[in-house]
């Protein structure tokens, strides 16, 4: 099945009138690490979807989130005086608040100014902080229920998010994050030839993952996207199996060890060419030790909000290191494992043109996804509702990592199905 350009851009493109640009825009986006704002201090911008914003914190603690073009004649907020529980423009002084709403504008007569502040238009987006990250709703109307995952309800230290920014539209990431037949190969090399970089039970989780190339798939339609297992017949009998939770438009949950620390994954658009890829790491049973986050963030940048300054670019092919592949590394992107997803992504062009490829039946995953983004914008189109934001409780979707018998099925595990009947 051959995707048509059309069909490649109407997935892929974001802008505000777009398809796909509606559609996301009624999700809870990550927006912005809260340690990036600090009150009365400088304001910074964020870019999503494309459009361009600016997030501060007021005296008080609270975000605010509003366009950059002041609402009076366009001058960017970005260059505002955060002070007094307000964003002030620099050029005539008009003050914006928290919740966005026009609270001063000196420039006008005093006895006239309180109404002629309320009579200004400037859009209001939804702000929320979980975990350590600003998120906002841009789609207008009543915000959806917050996403409260696992990782957005536990104490701080059992959590870990990163950004990096990447130069590649935001579809080849989640692409990237849904594509289970990749692992074992891209990523062989971190587990032959770096594996003293990851602790024992990651280790233990790899090897139970590299015993057999070419598992089999099966999949689970759900109220929020698809269940996706990998299924590998271990010699004694028992099946390992790993659950993968995807949870449509952006945000994945990969398996980690048995009991161990989970993985999350968001890729949004900044705009249609680059796209913020956030990794979370969380332990709903403990906190996390360092041991545990260098797994995942082993050699990257410092930078926890561009945790792949350091990737290089393609005038080097991101530093890809023959002689290590010579020597046993399978893809010579020695750095870090996410690197490996995040270069082969980006080498593909900034918005991949879907039209060219040739398609395997490893690849049933990506073709069922897109399917349902594809049903999804038509029926928003049609004025359909939204889909993938009922009928599920978010804290209780995890990746698992599961060993059983013969008479059992990977089905037979699901939190979200034992929770939801435990509630019923
Ligand atoms: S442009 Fe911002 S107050 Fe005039
Ligand atoms: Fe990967």
Redesign the pocket.
Known sequence: MVMKKEENDALTLTGVDTPMGKLLRHFWTPAIRSSALAADGAPVRVKLYGQKFVAFRTTDGKVGFVDEA??????S?ALGRNEGNGLR??????KMDANGAVVD?P?EPAARRERFCASIRMPRYGVREAAGVVWVYLGGGEAPRFPDFEFNTLPADHVCIRRAVVPYNWLQGVEAHIDSSHVGLLHSGFLTVNDDKLEPATRANLAQMMSDKAPTFEMNPTPYGLQESALRKMGDGSTYARVREIVLPFYTFIPGPQDGPCGGRMSVPIDDETSAEWYIVYDPRRPLTKEVIDTTFFNTSDDPDNFALNMGDASNLWGQDREAMKNGHFSGLTTNLSFEDFVVQASMGRRYDRSQEQLGSADIIIVKVRKMMSEALVMLEKGGKVPWLEGFSYPAIRAQSLVYGPTNSWRDFSREGQEASANS
């Open positions: 002041c609402p009076h004649r366009g001058v907020l423009c620099i050029f005539h002084g008009w504008a420039c």
